[in-house]
Every structure is written in C-alpha cells, then in structure tokens.
C-alpha cells in the first residue's frame, strides 16, 4: 500500500522560509512524476512544482517561480519543498502527489495523479 506523509508546515510571517518533505512507501513501481499541490481557503487545489523522477526535469506554477525549489533524495524516497520569501497568499494545505505512469503533457492536475498525502498546513501572516 502506497503511503505518502508530508511534514514540514507550520505558521511564519511574511518573507520567511520553510521546508516541506514528503516520504513515500509502499512503492513497488518506479514513479514517473511526483508534485506538490496546494489548497488555499475557498480555492481549488493547484499545482505549485513537480519533477519528472527519470530525468529530474522540473516544472514550477509562476507564482512560485524563483522563491520556491522542488529537490529529492532518491535513496530515502523524499521530495522537499523549499519556500523562501513566503508571501500570505502562500497560506494553503500543500499536498504531494505521486504519478505512475507517463504522459504527453507535463503533468500539472490534480487527476493525473495517482497517490496524494494527507497534507501540511503552511500559513503566512503579513
């Protein structure tokens, strides 16, 4: 049974950072493309990074591009979430997500994914 339990989350102001992780068991497959996603308050749940796990290529949403890094430790199955110069419209649950097989777009919705965790709740007051 896949499990994926992220950590990491917490309540900070304005401009600092935060570190989310997301350790996945269970997998008896090679992944073809994990993620994170989050929720905001009264929003749907959207993409904010994800890496193709054969090549390591990466992908971020614009609003988080250059303030937030997606990186893995392939040998303990983790991915990490660097924020840094959170902003309060950063406030969400994020979610990790796992994707088994490939596909012609990069995948970036919610139904592409396969595996989600429970969540971390990240919140940023200005």
């Known amino acids: 049974q896949v499990q994926l339990v992220e950590s990491g989350g917490g309540s900070v102001q304005a401009g600092e950072s935060l570190r989310l992780s997301c350790t996945a068991s269970?997998?008896?497959?090679?992944?073809?493309?994990r993620a994170w996603f989050r929720r905001a308050p009264g929003k749907e749940r959207e993409f904010v990074a994800g890496?193709?796990?054969?090549?390591?290529?990466?992908n971020y949403a614009d609003s988080v591009k250059g303030r937030f890094t997606f990186s893995r430790d392939s040998a303990k199955n983790t991915v990490y979430l660097q924020m840094t110069s959170l902003k309060p419209d950063d406030t969400a649950v994020y979610y990790c997500?796992?994707?088994?097989?490939?596909?012609?777009?990069?995948?970036?919705?919610?139904?592409?994914?396969?595996?989600w965790g429970q969540g971390t709740q990240v919140t940023v007051s200005s």
């Open positions: 997500g796992v994707r088994r097989s490939s596909s012609f777009k990069y995948p970036k919705s919610v139904d592409m994914y396969d595996y």
């Open positions: 269970g997998l008896t497959f090679s992944s073809y493309a």
């Open positions: 890496i193709l796990w054969n090549s390591g290529a990466t």
